[in-house]
Structures are given as C-alpha cells and as structure tokens.
C-alpha cells in the first residue's frame, strides 16, 4: 500500500488534528484506565480492564492508520486549480431534470467524504462518474435506485 491518497488540505489538517489528539489525550487516558482497572485486582473477570485493552487496541491501530494515510497524503488545493473539467477537489453544481432539482457537491478524499456536508469521495460512483467531465455536459450515473442523468451546470475551485 505505498499509492498517494489525494486529500484536500483540510482533509489533511483534520487527520493530523485526529491524530494529535489520540496521541497526547486518547492514549494517556487509556493507559490510566488500563492501570486502575489493573488495580482492582482479578484480571481474568475484570470488564473494566478488558474494555480499556480493546480501547488501547482501537487508538493504537487508529494511530498507525492515520499515520500511514498522512504519510501517504497528495495533498490538494482546489484553490490553485482552474480549468473547465471535474477534477478532484472541484465543487460541482447538477441539475437533474427529473426531478427538477439542483445538488453541488466537492469531489473530495475519501476520509473527506460527508454527504450531509455536500463532500462525496472521489472513489464513489458519482464521484466517478463525474471526474473529466466539462460545463454542460449530461453525466449518466448509475445509482441504486437506476439511472439518473444529470447536466453540469457549474464548476468551481475554491
């Protein structure tokens, strides 16, 4: 696994945040839940103490995940993009004719995605679908629910 994973900035920003806060709080926490819970005496039934080793797990593999994902990071500003096709980090305005609506969406990195944010992952099907295509086009998407086609009706990079 040594392949980039394209970000935006802050994307990137957001996992050094995560990590930094499973390093200097989330960590030293757990050590002294493990510790107290050691205290108690009888490991072999301790609940408190089996919980916080799964907790310890859990940052511990969180942590060399989000250093491998930092390490790896092609990080994008779609503020210094331009042109007239979707590319990542573009937010891109559609209007589906059936339904008589718009939507916009950010292409974004995976660890980005939020679609209540209006951010979908680049590796997502619309995301894919959408990825070369120019103003005005008509995108056909494959969805669960069938086909919807869509018009580009803005790109921006911001």
Known sequence: MSSQIPMTRVGHERLQEELKNLIRVE??????????????GDLSENAEYDAAKDRQAFIEGRIQELND??????????????GDKVV???TVTLFDAETDTEVTYQIVGEDEA???DGKISVTSPVGKALIGHSLDDEVRIKVPS????YEI???RYE
């Open 146 to 149: 069938g086909l919807r086609v």
């Open 114 to 116: 939020d679609i209540k």
């Open 69 to 82: 994902k930092i390490a790896r990071a092609q990080v994008i500003d779609p503020s210094k993009l331009s």
């Open 27 to 40: 960590r030293p926490r757990v050590v002294e839940q493990i510790a107290e819970a050691r205290s108690h």
């Open 153 to 155: 009706t803005d790109i």
């Open 88 to 90: 990542f980090g573009a």
